[in-house]
T-cell receptor, first 115, second 109 residues
Framework: DAGITQSPRHKVTETGTPVTLRCHQT?????MYWYRQDPGHGLRLIHY???????DKGEVSDGYSVSRSKTEDFLLTLESATSSQTSVYFC??????????????FGPGTRLLVL | LAKTTQPISMDSYEGQEVNITCSHN???????ITWYQQFPSQGPRFIIQ???TKVTNEVASLFIPADRKSSTLSLPRVSLSDTAVYYC??????????FGKGTRLHILP
């Protein structure tokens, strides 16, 4: 399995508080992604990174920001958590970012509950 | 981006071969077909990828007809541990793959 860890694995927080999720990889892959998974919606891309300090938005980026200061770490921040951000968050990595030809490797996920 | 259609759910029995078909009528010339597997409480895991004809690995086979408008993931002799959601992905939007809702495969003893 690809060396991807996510922390924390579970978190309960209150509406309006900031939350930061961390993804750490040991594969030295260039591309990193944050997804959220909700019942009825499948996996949706929040933000992704194509290198250190290079990030871009996915399809559901509102309310989220990201940072990547090192190849191995990709942080997802909810500036002011809302109940609609209760979800399971997955980090993924890939070598190439070559669209349909690429293979993404996923982390174990973080379950976030916003009360 | 090619629209994919796959069954919402399937049931099968241990020891059977399971075939999950995905239709993708508007697949583009340079699109690859990729299948991922997701167990409960885990992230998706890459199973197999192909462009045309047949691809086989230690986990599954992928059959792609000449017109590439569909593909079939074949899991030989399934066990209870193959119960999972299986996603068919075709193409990408702005170079980013898109996950649909997948097929929930339930293996019965």
């Amino acid at each position: 399995d690809a060396g991807i860890t996510q922390s924390p694995r579970h978190k309960v927080t209150e509406t309006g508080t900031p939350v930061t999720l961390r993804c750490h990889q040991t594969e030295n892959h260039r591309y990193m992604y944050w997804y959220r998974q909700d019942p009825g919606h499948g996996l949706r891309l929040i933000h992704y990174s194509y290198g250190v300090k290079d990030t871009d938005k996915g399809e559901v980026s509102d309310g989220y920001s990201v940072s990547r200061s090192k190849t191995e770490d990709f942080l997802l921040t909810l500036e002011s958590a809302t109940s609609s951000q209760t979800s399971v968050y997955f980090c993924a990595i890939s070598e190439s970012g070559r669209g349909s030809q690429e293979t993404q490797y996923f982390g174990p996920g973080t379950r976030l509950l916003v009360l | 981006l090619a629209k994919t259609t796959q069954p919402i759910s399937m049931d099968s029995y241990e020891g059977q071969e399971v075939n999950i078909t995905c239709s993708h009528n508007n697949i583009a010339t340079n699109d690859y077909i990729t299948w991922y597997q997701q167990f409960p409480s885990q992230g998706p895991r890459f199973i197999i990828q192909g462009y045309k004809t047949k691809v086989t690995n230690e986990v599954a086979s992928l059959f792609i007809p000449a017109d590439r408008k569909s593909s079939t993931l074949s899991l030989p002799r399934v066990s209870l541990s193959d119960t999972a959601v299986y996603y068919c992905l075709v193409g990408a939007r702005d170079d980013k793959i898109i996950f649909g809702k997948g097929t929930r495969l339930h293996i019965l003893p």
